[in-house]
Nanobody, 122 residues
Framework: QVQLVESGGGLVQPGGSLRLSCAVS????????MGWYRQAPGKERELVAS??????????SVLGRFTISRDFAVDGAKSVVNLAMRTLKPEDTALYLC?????????????WGQGTQVTISS
């Protein structure tokens, strides 16, 4: 199994920055693509950034402003997926969720964190 725990959300003024973190634990060798989604009230869940084997992708709405990265513990037992966000806009306000796709014997499984709220307001 895989456990995901997000942190780092909060209230920020427009133009500000935030850094979200997703602590990843569990069956590390059976995790493939990882990403950050967001969901605003009344809107569909949106994939904003993803990472796998060092390759990253971003939605057009955050390209150039958000950066996703993944750090591994020395023993490989845990890792952290970070989302550095800058030049934040009110439309970035949403619940941000960490997501992982299973691979190998976890192929086809998806894992979600509980989410962390990001609010951009003056």
């Amino acid at each position: 199994q895989v456990q995901l725990v997000e942190s780092g959300g909060g209230l920020v003024q427009p133009g500000g920055s935030l850094r979200l973190s997703c602590a990843v634990s569990g069956s590390m060798r059976n995790i493939g693509l990882m990403g950050w989604y967001r969901q605003a009230p009344g809107k569909e869940r949106e994939l904003v950034a993803s990472i796998r084997d060092g390759y990253t992708r971003y939605s057009d709405s955050v390209l150039g402003r958000f950066t996703i990265s993944r750090d591994f513990a020395v023993d490989g037992a845990k890792s952290v997926v970070n989302l550095a966000m800058r030049t934040l806009k009110p439309e970035d306000t949403a619940l941000y969720l960490c997501h992982a796709m299973g691979t190998n014997y976890l192929r086809g499984r998806e894992f979600w964190g509980q989410g962390t709220q990001v609010t951009i307001s003056s």
